[in-house]
């Protein structure tokens, strides 16, 4: 008997579900034995291996901006998962993976290759804001238009979706991760120091605003200085991580606005009355909702737990497969 699986493979975070529901949710992260090609780790354990790794071992991220970067350490990494959630080519398993709409054909099929390498028999890509849209419950497949941006660490995105097809579209290769790396930078050239990644995340959510609103609380983090390799305690202000913020937010409002300006005038009236759904681990950055909804007319929502949204929608299209069959096709091109 076949077994079916759903993967969500993101920038910064990939998800994995069985018929046991959501099985891994960890950091996109694959520690590999360089000396012997062996997977040492992935996810938080790998995570936990960064800076602390003997030379044989190195800790890689093999997609960028949405994209894979590193077509073997994909292959390795979905290899792994499939042994972590007990799926061996045996199992002759069926697979669902979300792609972004950004991808290009020569990625669709790099990615589609990694999973049969692991052991799939077969493999269908559905474009993030699909899997998306069938996550929230929206009619994708009635003549009603339905708004979602999927906004990630490495990319964002947004479609207008009727008909069980992307009517209009638009996307970026920016996204958290592109906050984090601006303050890693900020950080160095305003204090001198370097932080870890971790912390550079927390600075994120906890202080950030996507209406540049501002917090009197300015937290003490451990850095170490550029120059002399010391531990020392930074105080870090709002103002620093809203300028951070500021480029991504700008380019991701300009983009949601130019997709809904696409849009039909039928679909436009949909849009106006259904409103716009965030979903994604940056949709739960402080204000954006809100800014989005000033920024457009429109009224924009977060979905509830938006970084699992995607991998919901891919196992409802496992439960579906048969009658979602031309939703999976258009993203197979």
């Given at each position: 008997m076949a077994t079916d699986v759903a993967i969500d493979i993101g920038t910064a975070t990939t998800r994995l579900a069985t018929g046991r529901g959501i099985v891994f949710n960890e950091p996109t992260l694959v520690a590999i034995d360089t000396s012997s090609g062996q997977v040492v780790d992935l996810g938080h354990g790998a995570l936990d291996l960064i800076g602390r790794t003997p030379r044989h071992v190195a800790v890689f991220r093999p997609l960028a901006q949405g994209t894979t970067v590193d077509f073997d350490v994909t292959a390795r990494l979905v290899?792994?998962?499939?042994?972590?959630?007990?799926?061996?080519?045996?199992?002759?398993?069926?697979?669902?993976?979300?792609?972004?709409?950004?991808?290009?054909?020569?990625?669709?099929?790099?990615?589609?290759?990694?999973?049969?390498?692991?052991?799939?028999?077969?493999?269908?890509?559905?474009?993030a804001p699909m899997a998306a849209a069938i996550g929230l419950g929206l009619p994708v497949q009635d003549p009603v238009g339905s708004a979602v941006a999927v906004l990630g660490a490495g990319a964002s995105e947004a479609a207008l979706i009727s008909l069980g097809g992307i009517v209009t579209s638009g996307s970026r290769r920016v996204g958290g991760a592109d906050v984090e790396s601006t303050l890693a930078t900020l950080l160095r050239l305003r204090h001198g120091v370097v932080v870890s990644p971790r912390t550079l995340e927390e600075l994120k959510i906890s202080m950030g605003s996507a209406r540049l609103r501002t917090i009197t609380q300015v937290p003490i983090v451990a850095a170490r200085t550029v120059e002399r390799g010391v531990i020392v305690d930074v105080a870090v202000d709002a103002g620093l991580v809203n300028e951070a913020l500021s480029d991504v937010v700008q380019s991701t409002v300009k983009l949601i606005q130019e997709c809904l300006a696409d849009a039909p005038p039928d679909l436009s009236q949909d849009i106006s009355q259904q409103g716009l759904t965030l979903v994604g681990g940056h949709a739960q950055l402080a204000d954006f909702a809100e800014l989005l909804?000033?920024?457009?007319?429109?009224?924009?929502?977060?979905?509830?737990?938006?970084?699992?949204?995607?991998?919901?929608?891919?196992?409802?299209?496992?439960?579906?497969?048969s009658s979602l069959h031309s939703l999976l096709r258009t993203a197979d091109r």
């Amino acid at each position: 008997m076949a077994t079916d699986v759903a993967i969500d493979i993101g920038t910064a975070t990939t998800r994995l579900a069985t018929g046991r529901g959501i099985v891994f949710n960890e950091p996109t992260l694959v520690a590999i034995d360089t000396s012997s090609g062996q997977v040492v780790d992935l996810g938080h354990g790998a995570l936990d291996l960064i800076g602390r790794t003997p030379r044989h071992v190195a800790v890689f991220r093999p997609l960028a901006q949405g994209t894979t970067v590193d077509f073997d350490v994909t292959a390795r990494l979905v290899a792994a998962l499939f042994e972590r959630a007990g799926v061996s080519k045996l199992s002759r398993a069926r697979v669902v993976m979300s792609v972004p709409t950004l991808a290009t054909p020569i990625e669709r099929r790099a990615l589609r290759q990694a999973a049969m390498q692991a052991g799939a028999k077969e493999v269908s890509l559905m474009e993030a804001p699909m899997a998306a849209a069938i996550g929230l419950g929206l009619p994708v497949q009635d003549p009603v238009g339905s708004a979602v941006a999927v906004l990630g660490a490495g990319a964002s995105e947004a479609a207008l979706i009727s008909l069980g097809g992307i009517v209009t579209s638009g996307s970026r290769r920016v996204g958290g991760a592109d906050v984090e790396s601006t303050l890693a930078t900020l950080l160095r050239l305003r204090h001198g120091v370097v932080v870890s990644p971790r912390t550079l995340e927390e600075l994120k959510i906890s202080m950030g605003s996507a209406r540049l609103r501002t917090i009197t609380q300015v937290p003490i983090v451990a850095a170490r200085t550029v120059e002399r390799g010391v531990i020392v305690d930074v105080a870090v202000d709002a103002g620093l991580v809203n300028e951070a913020l500021s480029d991504v937010v700008q380019s991701t409002v300009k983009l949601i606005q130019e997709c809904l300006a696409d849009a039909p005038p039928d679909l436009s009236q949909d849009i106006s009355q259904q409103g716009l759904t965030l979903v994604g681990g940056h949709a739960q950055l402080a204000d954006f909702a809100e800014l989005l909804s000033l920024s457009t007319g429109i009224d924009v929502r977060v979905a509830d737990d938006p970084a699992t949204v995607i991998i919901r929608g891919l196992e409802l299209c496992l439960e579906e497969m048969s009658s979602l069959h031309s939703l999976l096709r258009t993203a197979d091109r």
